[in-house]
């Protein structure tokens, strides 16, 4: 029974002040790697296109490479949402920047810094999105790489990657990266990481694309897949010599 003078309309009003605001505690549908190197002519970034609900892979076309304007690329490893969250954010910002006409549009630099300030703000109000980006342009015949972390962490580089390409990719590419690279020869680099991480990295999927910018555009490649190999000694019996284990 409701207590007398209590009409329901504001029984519920105070029953939704109760609630408080919502905040993202941990991410449901999340992407892996995204590999990114400078070439002679511009740069190139690669990811898969697995979506993965907790350990399952329930998503195989999801798409984490995009155009950004005239001059930039974005990928994204971590949320799925969240990452369509930012996408809306930079829409409206370059959105914005046509609006001014003046000839000028925002370049890969510019775009790092804003979604440097962006990570950092959402960290500061303890509801982060939850994602590492890497962010690849050529403007002016200036070539641009770098990447944010969750938090606001960023830095440039010639080569970076996300999630375990970090600890896999990384090591390969201070080894066999130079500056001096053609795009073939850095798709060939690419696709040797991308091969490491689907053996190593159970969120991988054997279905990547790779992605191109220089300063006469973006060329993002149709989806496609890599030649395997399954039979080394280590991957048959992957136990042996592992004590206590099933």
């Known amino acids: 029974m409701e207590p007398v003078g209590l009409s329901s309309a504001s029984s519920k009003d ?4 109760d609630v408080g605001s919502e905040r993202n505690r941990y991410p449901y549908v999340t992407g892996t ?22 350990s399952t892979l329930r998503y195989k076309s999801v798409e984490r490479i995009k155009a950004i304007g005239k001059h930039t690329l974005l990928g ?15 829409d409206e910002l370059i959105l914005y920047d046509n609006m001014w006409d003046d000839g000028n549009s925002l370049g890969p630099k510019e775009i790092h810094n804003y979604l440097n300030r962006v990570m950092y703000n959402r960290r500061n109000k303890f509801n982060p999105l939850w994602n590492s980006l890497v962010i690849g342009g050529v403007k002016n015949g200036q070539k641009y790489l770098g990447m944010v972390g969750m938090i606001g962490t960023h830095f440039e580089d010639n080569h970076v990657a996300t999630g375990f390409g970090n600890h896999l990719a990384r090591p390969i590419f201070r080894d066999e990266w130079r500056e ?21 990295d159970r969120s991988a999927i054997n279905k990547f694309q790779i992605a191109k910018i220089t300063d ?25 010599g592992a004590e206590g284990s099933w």
């Open 76 to 90: 994204a490893s971590g949320e799925i949402s969240d990452f369509q969250e930012i996408l809306r954010y930079l």
């Open 216 to 240: 006469e555009g973006v060329t993002i490649s149709q989806p496609y897949s890599l030649k395997t190999f399954w039979g080394f000694s280590a991957f048959k019996d992957p136990t042996k």
């Open 14 to 17: 105070s029953t939704s002040l």
């Open 33 to 54: 790697s995204v590999l990114g190197v400078k070439y002679k002519d511009g740069v190139a970034l690669a990811a898969d296109l697995g979506g993965s609900y907790g």
């Open 180 to 200: 001096d690279m053609t795009f073939e020869e850095a798709v060939r680099l690419l696709e040797k990481c991308l091969r490491v991480l689907l053996y190593r």
